[in-house]
Antibody, heavy 118, light 111 residues
Framework: QVQLQESGPGLVKPSQTLSLTCTVSGGSISSGSYYWSWIRQPAGKGLEWIGRIYTSGSTNYNPSLKSRVTISVDTSKNQFSLKLSSVTAADTAVYYCARDLLGSHDYWGQGTLVTVSS | QSVLTQPPSVSAAPGQKVTISCSGS????????VSWYQQLPGTAPKLLIY???KRPSGIPDRFSGSKSGTSATLGITGLQTGDEADYYCGTWDSSLSAGGVFGTGTKVTVL
């Protein structure tokens, strides 16, 4: 059974860079034709797709966030990561990592709350 | 801002049926598979339907999905109190601004 777990600081100051890591267990991040995604959800609001990465390193990003987002993968650690720069209060949200198979997200992490505040 | 539109809420009594619509365009629903997710309060979303109408292992057949043109529909029959949750559709958008997209979300209330 594949499991995903987000980790990283729960509090980030405005203008700084948000950094999160997703650790995949129960299977190799390199096996199968999967993308690995980041999705976020502000409190009381809907889901927003941030971007995804293939184990080859190929990425796709949400156009509205593209200038600030970097997603990377470390196959040796079975992890992938998210960096979001120049954060503001609008970036406060629960951040989820998920496995993406042809656009369907079948496994999700439990989510981690990141608050942007000084 | 979501490009997929869902009704904010639907409700029905236990045992009844509800349907949730998801309206998009030719660049997303019209040319890509649709997924549906259930989000119980305080938890991560859970995949209910993929490839428009397929259920992952363990999802009861009370949940069904369909797609026609640029719209998709999730149906829930035999409504249970445990079905009270937020439901989201999702797909890929193949426009110049390509990327994943989710619906606005629908709150299902069991009366």
């Amino acid at each position: 059974q594949v499991q995903l777990q987000e980790s990283g600081p729960g509090l980030v100051k405005p203008s700084q860079t948000l950094s999160l890591t997703c650790t995949v267990s129960g299977g190799s991040i390199s096996s199968g034709s999967y993308y690995w995604s980041w999705i976020r959800q502000p409190a009381g609001k809907g889901l927003e797709w941030i971007g995804r990465i293939y184990t080859s390193g190929s990425t796709n990003y949400n156009p509205s966030l593209k200038s600030r987002v970097t997603i990377s993968v470390d196959t040796s650690k079975n992890q992938f990561s998210l960096k979001l720069s120049s954060v503001t209060a609008a970036d406060t949200a629960v951040y989820y990592c998920a496995r993406d198979l042809l656009g369907s997200h079948d496994y999700w992490g439990q989510g981690t709350l990141v608050t942007v505040s000084s | 801002q979501s490009v997929l539109t869902q009704p904010p809420s639907v409700s029905a009594a236990p045992g009844q049926k509800v349907t949730i619509s998801c309206s998009g365009s030719s660049s997303n629903i019209g040319n890509n598979y649709v997924s549906w997710y259930q989000q119980l309060p305080g938890t991560a979303p859970k995949l209910l339907i993929y490839d428009n109408n397929k259920r992952p292992s363990g999802i009861p057949d009370r949940f069904s999905g369909s797609k026609s043109g640029t719209s998709a529909t999730l149906g829930i029959t035999g409504l249970q109190t445990g079905d009270e949750a937020d439901y989201y559709c999702g797909t890929w958008d193949s426009s110049l601004s390509a990327g994943g997209v989710f619906g606005t979300g629908t709150k299902v209330t069991v009366l």
